[in-house]
T-cell receptor, first 109, second 113 residues
Framework: AQRVTQPEKLLSVFKGAPVELKCNYSYSGSPELFWYVQYSRQRLQLLLRHISRESIKGFTADLNKGETSFHLKKPFAQEEDSAMYYCALLKAAGNKLTFGGGTRVLVKP | GAGVSQSPSNKVTEKGKDVELRCDPISGHTALYWYRQSLGQGLEFLIYFQGNSAPDKSGLPSDRFSAERTGGSVSTLTIQRTQQEDSAVYLC???????????FGPGTRLTVL
């Protein structure tokens, strides 16, 4: 069965510093990977998906099939980036998302 | 346009009672999902509906849980004989089709006393 691991429960960084959220997955096929974000008192929303190859709000993520990782990065964190971040996997021809445990990011002024 | 809506936003019930949670997906979305978000288990899949196909119930934790989707739109998740371990936030999501982006509702926070 597929699994998604986010090793850090909490990341605390200062404003303007780089931030990297780690995500590792285990799945034998070709998955699709996502990052979802949940701001305080807001609903879970898509931040980015790997097939889009977009940069959203300054965040990027690269799928590394060799290392089975999909780490999320931003070079200069902003206070508004403080939120809960979830990495998720959709297996090929699948329907359900498998989520990691989430990483809470706190950006200090 | 309107996003996924869920009702009620909060539900407090007593152990042993039945509860019904409602989800209104985005209009035109054929796929609908239920997830559960709890402290101990994180975000976990419960059930998936796609059009008129048989639902994927593989994530339902016990036979006390059931869900239906009427007319390909609104869905109801029913939990019978609630237990304290059912306390969680129940999230609904919908998407255009199976592998399109899933859009989440605000969730229903269920507390079983």
């Amino acid at each position: 069965a597929q699994r998604v691991t986010q090793p850090e429960k909490l990341l605390s960084v200062f404003k303007g510093a780089p931030v990297e959220l780690k995500c590792n997955y285990s799945y034998s096929g070709s998955p699709e990977l996502f990052w979802y974000v949940q701001y305080s008192r807001q609903r879970l929303q898509l931040l980015l998906r790997h097939i889009s190859r977009e940069s959203i709000k300054g965040f990027t993520a690269d799928l590394n099939k060799g290392e089975t990782s999909f780490h999320l990065k931003k070079p200069f964190a902003q206070e508004e980036d403080s939120a809960m971040y979830y990495c998720a996997l959709l297996k090929a021809a699948g329907n359900k998302l498998t989520f990691g445990g989430g990483t809470r990011v706190l950006v200090k002024p | 346009g309107a996003g996924v809506s869920q009702s009620p936003s909060n539900k407090v019930t007593e152990k042993g009672k039945d509860v019904e949670l409602r989800c209104d997906p985005i209009s035109g979305h054929t796929a609908l999902y239920w997830y559960r978000q709890s402290l101990g288990q994180g975000l976990e899949f419960l059930i998936y509906f796609q059009g008129n196909s048989a639902p994927d119930k593989s994530g339902l934790p016990s036979d006390r849980f059931s869900a239906e989707r009427t007319g390909g739109s609104v869905s109801t998740l029913t939990i019978q004989r609630t237990q304290q371990e059912d306390s969680a936030v129940y999230l609904c999501a919908s998407s255009l089709a199976r592998d399109y982006t899933q859009y989440f509702g605000p969730g229903t926070r269920l507390t079983v006393l």
